[in-house]
């Protein structure tokens, strides 16, 4: 469960004290009532309902050096987290490092592919479509298109990219490659 608010912690101090029990208070809150008994008493016994500051380790880093490994990231998103922590001089660790740029926003993910399109494919696929832009859906129900299958035997695995949500297509997060060799197998 979130964290109780601030604003919603004042209004069960309020409620018990104006004399809901607390299982009302829970009730009208949608808090359970042990919560509901836990401010409470952190009130009566310190007259506050501010957490106390935590008691994890220290930060780091600094919110300058955070933001210069995610503007690092932003400009080169084919990067890895650990050569960026690395040029940025990152006094973290790689784990942090990945940490501090997915709170920013921007997560690791396999970069979509795209062969690269010479003036004479775009020509070639333009007269395809004017071609067949006639043919009504009766035509096209009939049509099978098949893809082949091509094997890559290079010792290159997939690509990974930083990059904000829901932009997997946009050109800077985008892998560009030339046309495949391609070899036919029967």
Not at 55 to 79: H, Y
Not at 161 to 167: A, E, I, L
Request: net charge positive; with cysteine; glycine share 6%.
């Amino acid at each position: 469960m979130p964290a109780v608010s601030l604003i919603n912690k004042a209004r069960v101090i309020a409620l018990v004290e104006s004399g809901m029990s607390y299982g009302q208070v829970a009730v009208a809150m949608g808090i359970p009532k042990s919560t509901i008994y836990s401010i409470v008493q952190k009130w009566r016994r310190e007259q506050t309902i501010v957490r106390r500051p935590g008691s994890g380790g220290r930060q780091v880093s600094t919110l300058a050096q955070d933001e210069a490994l995610v503007s690092k990231i932003k400009r080169r998103p084919f990067a890895t987290a650990a050569s960026a922590a690395a040029t940025t001089r990152f006094p973290g660790s790689t784990k942090t490092a990945r940490r501090r740029i997915r709170t920013a926003g921007i997560r690791n993910y396999v970069a979509a592919r795209k062969v690269r399109l010479t003036p004479r494919h775009k020509e070639l696929r333009l007269g395809f479509a004017l071609e067949h832009f006639v043919h009504d859906n009766d035509f096209w129900n009939r049509v099978v298109f098949s893809d082949e299958k091509t094997f890559q035997s290079s010792p290159n695995g997939r690509l990974r990219v930083y990059r904000p949500r829901n932009t997997r297509y946009e050109p800077q997060y985008v892998c560009s490659r030339g046309r495949p060799k391609r070899a036919s197998h029967s």
